[in-house]
């Protein structure tokens, strides 16, 4: 299959560069078996569930992990921190990370940040430790394929004695816009802490925001529970993999780039629950989706703890466990896009698009969304 067959014409004034209030944006309907469409509000979503639906939300929050260090000889450099490695016994901590420019970040090279924090860029092997977490490989049977070439190793430490980055990275860094979303500076601002983070965020770690769940409010999830939902959660650290360019030509050529999570014990039984009964589960993002059907492509149904996932999702796939999707607009040639039109159809979900561009939707992670059953 030939990436070029997910291209699709997008102009620049469809990209959203600040997000409607919570719980206004657009929302397109799609009936992945009749490409049928209708035209709604993300407020209309509690009507669209039925009761005993299992809404799946991604609870990772992103951590402001654009940062920028001076080293020796007072030159700046941008850092995206994009996972913590490990945190050592009795020291500092190791970070994988994407520099600009790279070249400067050479082994035994020390950064200066606020706060007292230095740096010291590691060789490159550093970064491609193996993670002490099962892996959910991309076709079950496969061993996880790592290609983090690109990427380097730095060694913290505060004041040369042993500290959690974590804490301190909100006076250190900001959010981690991507590069579509335009600012000042090129640095998220104020608005985007807040925007960029979803309201029931609570395990850290993500580089990017799972963006279907921006448009959720405290009183959406209190309507859909009231029209007979259950809420479940899952966290998958959005970093790499769900967001690296597709530069092969084939889509079979593309390596995704592994991501980690959690699935509680209360989810994988909650699941459980609703398949055997018969009830739909309802993923919010395609990282909601990559978490659950990468465990049950591996296990054969969604098992609970710690995971490492790189599973492709792309059309001719299987999927075991979601019935309906609640997603965003997503980039041409994208792995996202390919997820969403392995779950719908290619040609369904293309046609789709092409209608949100002509009635005006904003797409991206700021833009409108779309609900898939």
Known sequence: MDVSDFDFDLPPEAIAQRPAPRGTSRLMTLDRRTGATAHRSVADLPSLLRAGDLLVLN?????????????????????????????EEAGPELWRCLAKPGRRVKPGRTFFFEGGWEATALDRNAASAPPPVPSFPSKQGDESRRSEAGLYALRFTKNGSREDLLPDLPALGSAPLPPYIHRPGGVADARDRDDYQTVYAEKPG????????????????????????????????????????????RVEEHAME????????????????????????VAVGT??????????????????????TNVFLVPGAEFRVVDALMTNFHLPRSTLLMLVSAFAGRERVLAAYREALAKGYRFFSYGDAMFIA
């Not at 592994?258 to 909650?270: D, L, N, Q």
């Not at 990559?290 to 995971?307: C, D, I, N, T, Y």
Request: net charge positive.
């Open 287 to 308: 990282t909601t989706v990559r978490a659950l059907e990468g465990s049950a492509a591996a296990h054969g149904a969604v098992r609970a703890g710690p995971f490492e």
């Open 206 to 249: 993500a580089i990017a925001a799972p963006t279907a769940g921006l448009h959720f409010t405290p009183e959406l999830l209190a309507a859909a529970t009231a029209r007979g939902a259950t809420l479940a959660r899952v966290t998958l650290h959005v970093g790499l993999g769900t967001f690296k360019p597709v530069k092969a030509e």
């Open 59 to 87: 609870d990772t929050k992103v951590i402001p992990a654009r940062i920028f260090g001076t080293d020796e000889k007072g030159r700046r450099t941008e850092f995206l921190l994009v996972e913590r490695v490990r945190r």
């Open 258 to 281: 592994p991501e980690r999570g959690v699935i509680p014990e209360a989810t994988a039984a909650a699941v459980a629950s609703a398949k055997k009964d018969g009830r739909r589960v």
